[in-house]
């Protein structure tokens, strides 16, 4: 089992950057795909980035390309979403989850953190 708990969300001005990491508890860390994920107000949860068991391979929403970053750190137990560029748009919690298998559907993460809100001034 993992436990996944965000940090580093907060205000920002357009155009500004934020890092937001997440700390995940248990052994079988390495084992899992992490991905982000976020959730507008009355909006569905929707795909931001996620990355492979040994960083190597990462998938982003079109929303993101360019402007977004995922690592990870295996002997950290730590995943990190550098966000570049911002927009008001990507006013959101932000989630972090683990899955066995990479998918951009949050029903295939099986572990979830409790989210952190970011958001972007216009």
């Known amino acids: 089992q993992v436990q996944l708990v965000e940090s580093g969300g907060g205000l920002v001005q357009a155009g500004g950057s934020l890092r937001l990491s997440c700390g995940a508890s248990?052994?079988?860390?390495?084992?899992?795909?992490l991905g982000w994920f976020r959730q507008a107000p009355g909006k569905e949860r929707e795909f931001v980035a996620a990355?492979?068991?040994?960083?190597?391979?990462?998938f982003y929403a079109d929303s993101a390309k360019g402007r977004f970053t995922i690592s990870r750190d295996n002997a950290k137990n730590t995943v990190g979403l550098q966000m570049n560029s911002l927009k008001p748009e990507d006013t959101a919690v932000y989630y972090c989850?683990?899955?066995?298998?990479?998918?951009?559907?949050?029903?295939?993460?099986?572990?979830w953190g409790q989210g952190t809100q970011a958001t972007v001034s216009s």
């Open positions: 248990g052994r079988t860390f390495g084992n899992y795909v």
């Open positions: 990355i492979s068991r040994s960083g190597a391979s990462t």
């Open positions: 989850a683990a899955a066995v298998t990479p998918s951009t559907s949050p029903f295939a993460y099986e572990y």
